[in-house]
């Protein structure tokens, strides 16, 4: 029997039927990325944020500090000063914000230590750069959001 099997090259007739079984269409699956790009998972956490008022437009950052304190990576770091806005008041407001995602191992503790969900990891994965500055991040580029390139064809 197995030298029938030899003679007759059975086992790799069988493998090639499994093989070529599986390039039925129906079985191929390629994700067209970056065409489309794919959903992640509800939880997951990816670039940073820093969220504004939609009402007035201004940041919900209070330049508290905590997560620059909870991050073990000690990779934000929060410029500030006294004085509000209109230098009259005692209130700490938010001068910049840097924050070096190259250093980031998106563990959410800073994002959990925000008393007003200011900083945020978003579902945003698009993050890559073409040199290491480019991978701290300030204040104007935290708002706005990672902008990848859109593809069409
Ligand atoms: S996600 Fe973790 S490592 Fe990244 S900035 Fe926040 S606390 Fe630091
Ligand atoms: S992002 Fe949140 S935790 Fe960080 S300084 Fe601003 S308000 Fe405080």
Redesign the pocket.
């Known amino acids: 029997m197995s030298l029938f099997r030899k003679l007759f090259l059975v086992d790799l007739i069988e493998g090639m039927k499994v093989t070529f079984g599986y390039q039925n269409p129906k079985y191929i699956y390629t994700e067209q990325y970056p065409k489309e790009r794919p959903p992640v998972s509800e939880r997951y956490r990816g670039a940073p944020r820093?969220n504004i008022n939609p009402e007035n437009g201004e940041t919900?950052?209070?330049?508290?500090?905590?997560?620059?304190l909870?991050c073990p990576e000690n990779l934000?770091v929060?410029g500030w000063q006294r004085g509000g806005p209109d230098g009259k008041t005692g209130k700490k407001t938010?001068t910049n914000?840097t924050y070096d995602i190259s250093r980031c191992m998106f563990c959410g503790l800073?994002e959990d230590?925000?008393?007003?969900?200011?900083?945020e990891l978003t579902q945003d994965f698009e993050m890559a750069n073409y040199s290491r500055e480019g991978a701290i991040w300030d204040r104007q580029a935290l708002e706005e959001g990672p902008r990848p390139t859109q593809y069409k064809e």
């Open positions: 820093l919900l950052c209070i330049a508290c500090d905590l997560c620059a909870a934000i929060v938010l914000f800073c230590a925000c008393p007003t969900d200011a900083l």
